[in-house]
């Protein structure tokens, strides 16, 4: 597995991740824990060395999981979590109200650590902006948690390019997570400029477009009630079949390189720069190793220009998040 760094900061992670949050929560399936822990550990065999987790993950949960899977090699991965919310236990996706208040930050760290069963968090991010807190003061209490020994990096998760600024001015940045692949592609008009600037690494969550990218769903696809998708605008039957164009375009680039839809999705993305590292999540080996078959996916200059030609003239259909959650983001 190749590596990569996250901008600046030295911080060295493989060149795709693995995001674990479906192993514990969102898509209405509940993964048997040992089945999910020999997932983790395999994904280490194979090269992956970045895993992305939350504490509102469960809540609690996944944090638990890979703690159980991760800590006994600890020595071989980077862990990133995050901060950000009064998660109630029990609390539904989209249901928790935020909260970055410096002392709650530092709790949370307490509690994140001894969930994951380490001694320091790699990469700690704030899970969304809050309004009610300057983010200089959010940076503060991340860069006293560094000096303390408990927090490596600090991250931020679907700021605005703004808040990125104010924060790296009082704590160096290493990572923004924000969504971003074919279908999503707001961070190119101004995140991915400010990123580039400041020497800050991005990490695209949902680079399969919640799995849509991979050309295993269309508009008959029946989401259960628990699934958070079920939720989201873009999944709506008529959103799901004007974006089956998108599909279509990944298809037709997979058949020429023999790969396979989700390859290029994540092929596309790490073309666009030496700096960004995706976190495709799944709770299946098969996809797995499929993901990862993504970093050996190379795209010249001409496949991508092919790429942009044709996603240029398709619209993605539906909003991705309900309101209320779309208001949370790029702050």
């Given at each position: 597995m190749q590596k990569r760094r996250l901008g600046n900061s030295g911080l060295e992670v493989s060149a795709l991740g693995l995001g674990c949050m479906g192993m514990s929560f969102s898509y209405g399936v509940v993964h048997d824990e040992q089945e999910m822990i020999s997932l983790l550990r395999t994904a280490v065999e194979r090269g992956i060395t970045f895993f992305d987790t939350a504490e509102?993950?469960?809540?609690?949960?996944?944090e638990v999981l890979v703690g159980k899977a991760l800590s006994p090699?600890?020595?071989q991965v980077v862990i990133a979590t995050k901060f950000g919310f009064n998660v109630v236990s029990g609390g539904k996706p989209g249901t928790q109200t935020l909260n970055s208040r410096p002392e709650h930050i530092k709790e949370v760290a307490e509690a994140s650590l001894k969930r994951l069963q380490i001694d320091s968090i790699d990469l700690f991010y704030q899970h969304r902006v809050d309004p009610d807190v300057p983010v200089e003061d959010v940076a503060g209490a991340v860069k006293e948690l560094i000096q303390e020994g408990k927090v490596k990096h600090f991250g931020l998760s679907e700021a605005g390019a703004q808040t990125i600024r104010r924060a790296h001015a009082v704590q160096p940045v290493a990572a923004l997570q924000s969504e971003y692949s074919l279908w999503w592609r707001k961070p190119e008009a101004e995140i991915i400029p400010t990123l580039e600037e400041l020497g800050i690494g991005l990490v695209p969550y949902s680079p399969l477009g919640k799995g849509f990218l991979t050309g295993k769903m269309d508009e008959n696809t029946k989401l259960g009630g628990g699934d958070f998708?079920?939720?989201?605008?873009?999944?709506?039957?008529?959103?799901?079949?004007a974006n089956q164009a998108f599909v279509d375009l990944l298809s037709t680039i997979a058949k020429q390189k023999k790969a396979t839809p989700a390859q290029i999705a994540l092929a596309w993305?790490?073309?666009?720069?030496?700096?960004?590292v995706p976190i495709?999540?799944?709770?299946?080996?098969?996809?797995?190793?499929?993901?990862?078959?993504?970093v050996a996916v190379e795209l010249t200059a001409e496949d991508l220009r092919d790429i942009e030609t044709a996603a240029s003239k398709i619209t993605p259909e539906g909003n991705r998040y309900p309101e209320h959650l779309e208001k949370m983001t790029y702050r």
């Open positions: 509102v993950y469960g809540p609690f949960t996944n090699i600890r020595d998708r079920s939720t989201l605008p873009r999944f709506a039957p008529e959103a799901m079949k993305l790490l073309a666009q720069k030496p700096w960004i495709p999540g799944t709770t299946k080996l098969s996809r797995l190793e499929e993901n990862i078959g993504a």
